[in-house]
């Protein structure tokens, strides 16, 4: 059986070949579809990725540990201790740990007044957040000590200040009461999204922690950040997370953002379908081609089976041409499509539309990501299609009578 | 009926074979009730004008057509009772076929061509080999076996038609219109072909013609009419 397998598999390649002008437009056909779906999946998966890592990115983290009942009343009331230790096993490898206290405010220049989020951080923890990202005109916060202000370049025009001058921060203490403190601005940051620009303010952490006085605690802070290796080992991490802290609260960056976490859920499907809608709409074109060919070759298909061929060997090899012709194609297509997504590599500039693709989440810099698990996908369900696409003409084939044939 | 049983037996035996196409729902019968007896040995040619029946009984002894009534063997195999399968399987082991058009695979070489149908009977490949160097060497082909047969005349691929045919050591050969497509002179040599065949391998071949060159070349002439046997010169003697 093997050997008369390779006879097909010869007898097939040699036909591929014999019909090259035909099949070279197939081919092409093949190659710029399964190309261009590349490549559009790759945009989609690197705003996939891009989302993901907004979200990771946007200070909340993989996970971010808070006490309760601070997402209903969000005040130093409810702190916890900044010695709460975070252990996780070492098969979940964790990127970076940020304390932070996280408040609302009020800032006020000589003309304007806006609500923001007071963020007391300590800058060398920040490297896991979009804290790394900013563009600083001016100087940037020197430590968790410094009490000097960091502001977006949004608000800083909002307000009509600049570096240097001083603005009022009115938040409350951890006493309960409103606490009215000036702030020299020693930055203005000028980050990728736009939103972080006009709703945070960032000092020192320790700064802040004087300033809103410490009733309980030593040391509090209203949330620690916790960013992973892998967003794989989020639900393993956060649970281990809950059963060391059973006092705290433990939230994933899926619980905090749902929408961006559908629209990322989202994603994979999109991709199998939108290459799904490419494939079949090629699939009419190739299962045309294809029945032209048995068509054209009915004398020499009838006649192997004047000689003896059975319908099941018929069948094989018709099948193995028209997967042939798929998975040359197929192979050409990854090839442009892995060219393409190069070409493409320092990403689009979609900073034209800043506020509607923030509103999706995204930086404004869209990068293509190809996996090579996308890239087995595509050729899986390519041969798929081609084994699906191969069972017309095949149909037709077997439908050929030897006598018909041969009073051809 | 066993191998051995049909030894004596004839390779061909029809009888009373009917055959009826419906074209338009009007019956048309290409076979009336033909009866036929061909021994091991013979050469026999089926001659008559366009619509006599030759073709079709020649397509029904081979196992490419179907019979509406009576009784066709072939090696002691009896047809009425195969399906498409076993009949596949009957003209892969039992029948070589030479048709009028060659019909050889064209992306093949001449030797592949000759070596494809042994590989579908499941011949090892050393055996497949030797055995396809040697039917063509047989039939003058020995230095074109690795030509594809857009490379070959007529004759030559007709010939590679005819190697691949007898590669098999079939019990019958059946040709029909061998030579319809060539020269005089090509159509001598290739009929001396099948007659050293015939009288030197004692292969029994069966052809369908109605050019008389092929009919004196061959031992028995069967002329058919209407569906009929018309004239056998075999109850003529």
Same mark, same amino acid.
């Given at each position: ?113 806006? =609500?923001?989020?007071?963020?007391? +951080?300590?800058?060398?923890?920040? #490297?896991? $957040?979009?804290? /790394?990202?900013?563009? !600083? *005109? %001016? ?24 570096? =240097?001058?001083?603005?009022?921060? +009115?938040?409350?203490?951890?006493? #309960?009461? $409103?606490?009215? /403190?000036?702030?020299? !601005? *020693? %930055? ?24 809103? =006085? ?195 | ?237």
């Amino acid at each position: 059986m093997l050997g008369t397998l390779t006879l097909l598999f010869n007898l097939s390649l040699r036909n591929i070949v014999r019909y090259r002008r035909r099949n070279f437009f197939l081919f092409a056909a093949i190659a710029i579809a399964v190309g261009g779906t590349t490549l559009s999946n790759s945009l989609i998966r690197g705003w996939q990725v891009d989302m993901l890592q907004t979200a990771v990115s946007g200070l909340s983290g993989h996970m971010k540990m808070q006490a309760p009942g601070f997402a209903d009343d969000p005040s130093l009331q409810h702190a916890f201790s900044a010695g709460t230790s975070i252990a996780l096993d070492p098969q979940l490898p964790i990127v970076g740990i940020a304390k932070r206290i996280n408040l609302p405010a009020v800032i006020s220049s000589e003309r304007e007044t806006r =609500g923001v989020a007071m963020i007391g +951080i300590d800058p060398a923890d920040e #490297g896991i $957040s979009l804290y /790394r990202d900013f563009e !600083i *005109a %001016g100087e940037t916060l020197s430590g968790p000590e410094d009490g000097r202000l960091l502001i977006g370049k949004a608000l800083a025009e909002t307000l009509q200040t600049k570096v =240097g001058r001083r603005v009022v921060i +009115i938040v409350e203490g951890a006493d #309960g009461r $409103s606490r009215e /403190r000036g702030y020299r !601005i *020693a %930055g203005v940051f000028d980050a990728p999204m736009e939103w972080s620009e006009t709703m945070l303010a960032f000092t020192g952490l320790e700064a802040l922690q004087q300033a809103l =006085g410490t009733q309980r605690l030593v040391d509090p802070i209203t949330e620690l950040s916790v960013v992973l290796q892998s967003d794989e080992d989020r639900p393993q991490a956060a649970a281990q997370l809950v059963r060391q802290h059973p006092q705290l609260v433990v939230k994933d960056w899926r619980q905090m953002q749902p929408q961006i976490a559908e629209i990322v859920d989202l994603v994979d499907a999109t991709m199998v379908i939108w290459f799904f809608l490419i494939m079949s709409a090629l699939t009419f074109g190739l299962v045309n081609t294809l029945i032209a060919t048995v068509m054209q070759r009915t004398q020499e298909l009838g006649m192997l089976r004047a000689l003896g061929m059975n319908k099941q060997l018929l069948l094989i090899q018709v099948v193995m041409e028209c997967v042939g012709i798929m998975i040359v194609g197929v192979v050409a297509g990854l090839l442009l499509g892995v060219a393409l997504v190069f070409a493409l590599g320092d990403g689009i500039d979609l900073s034209a539309f800043s506020q509607s693709v923030e509103a999706f989440g995204m930086s404004t810099l869209l990068k293509p990501v190809l996996t090579v698990e996308d890239l087995l996908l595509y050729g899986g369900l390519s041969v798929l299609v081609g084994l699906f696409a191969s069972f017309f003409p095949a149909r037709r084939a077997l439908k050929i009578s030897p006598l018909m044939a041969m009073n051809r | 009926m066993t191998d051995s049983q049909t030894q004596s037996a004839p390779v061909v035996l029809c009888q009373n074979v009917q055959r009826i196409y419906q074209q338009e729902s009007v019956p048309v019968y290409a076979l009336r009730g033909a009866s036929l007896a061909i021994e091991a040995g013979e050469f026999v040619s089926l001659a008559g004008p366009s619509g006599s029946g030759k073709s079709t009984l020649l397509n029904v002894i081979g196992g490419l057509d179907g019979f509406d009534a009576g009784e066709v063997t072939v090696g002691g195999t009896n047809l009425g009772a195969l399906n498409a399968a076993e009949l596949a399987e009957m003209r892969l082991n039992k029948v070589g076929f030479v048709f009028q058009a060659y019909n050889l695979i064209p992306v093949l070489s001449a030797r592949e061509n000759v070596e494809f149908i042994l590989q579908l009977q499941g011949v090892s490949s050393q055996e497949r080999q030797e055995r396809a160097n040697g039917a063509l060497q047989s039939l003058g082909l020995g230095e074109l076996g690795d030509r594809r047969p857009g490379e070959l005349s007529g004759g030559q691929q007709q010939r590679v038609a005819i190697a691949r045919a007898i590669v098999t050591e079939p019990v019958l050969l059946l040709a029909d219109e061998p030579t319809a497509n060539l020269d005089s002179k090509t159509t001598s040599e290739l009929l001396e072909v099948l007659q050293q065949l015939n009288q030197q391998q004692g292969m029994t071949i069966v052809t369908a013609t109605h050019d008389p060159i092929v009919m004196s070349y061959t031992s028995r002439q069967v002329a058919m009419m209407d569906g009929e046997i018309h004239q056998d010169s075999a109850m003529a003697t």
